[in-house]
């Protein structure tokens, strides 16, 4: 098995602000042809921030498409071309306030492989400093503070269920065990 598929033509149904979609046409590697329908999104960056006091902060904020509140690590969307570790201390900055002395990569995700393009960068900050919010004007959301285990059983438990969230949660929280 090859687990390939060659494009054959591709179609864009929609552009968006933030996210396109396409319609492509693509051959199997049986030869059989079907299409496939693909949101791009210009991928991301979400920051697990981590104080001396080992709390992680995190932000509470309205996620439009579930009608939710949801409680997530401080993440924003890459600009064509951008630095994934320069969005990340910035996004940092603009949603808590804080930065970081210390700023390590810790991978990469892809949320929804399926049918969605989006890479989100996933980064550890520590060494905290407070150095003041500045979010921009369409952005409302509140900081918490919550001691890092808790923020683990919280996802674990079913409280916290944003995948980025989840996801640098728990890599942060068994490599820090397994130290």
Known sequence: ?????????????????????VRDEVELENGKITTREVVKHPGGVCVLAVTDENNVVLVRQFRYAHKIVQLEVPAGKLEIGEDPRECGIRELAEETGYEAGSFEYFGKMLPTPAYVGEVIHIYLARDLRKIGQKLDEDEFLEVVEIPFEKAVNMALGGEITDGKTQVALLKAWILDNNK
Request: glycine share 4%.
């Open 1 to 21: 098995m090859k687990l390939t598929e060659k494009t054959l033509s591709s179609e864009t149904i929609f552009e968006g602000r933030v996210v396109h979609l």
